[in-house]
Nanobody, 121 residues
Framework: QVQLVESGGGLVQPGGSLRLSCAAS????????WAWYRQAPGKQRELVAI???????NYTDSVKGRSTISRDKTKNTGYLQMNSLQPEDTAVYYC???????????????WGQGTQVTVSS
């Protein structure tokens, strides 16, 4: 059983920063790409950032230049550092990881439970 547990969300004022964490645990052989998604009320879930197994990163335009995705392979943990937060960043943020649990078994998607980020004065 693999679990992703997120932390780091909360209420922050406009212009503030947050660092989201996503810790993977369980029977993990290998973790490929990490990604962060978000879903605002009444909107579809959107991809915010992704980091590949090789370390390449990509961001949605609205967070480019003020967000950084990273991961610590030794801790099986992914991170999303967000700076200069604005009210439009308010959403539930979900982490996603592609994880292999056995040799030759391929990579499967696992999701965190979601963490609320609210940007408001």
């Amino acid at each position: 059983q693999v679990q992703l547990v997120e932390s780091g969300g909360g209420l922050v004022q406009p212009g503030g920063s947050l660092r989201l964490s996503c810790a993977a645990s369980g029977r993990i052989l290998n973790i490929g790409a990490w990604a962060w998604y978000r879903q605002a009320p009444g909107k579809q879930r959107e991809l915010v950032a992704i980091i590949t197994s090789g370390g390449s990163t990509n961001y949605t335009d609205s967070v480019k230049g003020r967000s950084t995705i990273s991961r610590d392979k030794t801790k099986n943990t992914g991170y999303l550092q967000m700076n200069s937060l604005q009210p439009e960043d308010t959403a539930v943020y979900y982490c996603n990881a592609k994880i292999a649990i056995r040799v030759g078994g391929g990579l499967y998607d696992y999701w965190g439970q979601g963490t609320q980020v609210t940007v408001s004065s």
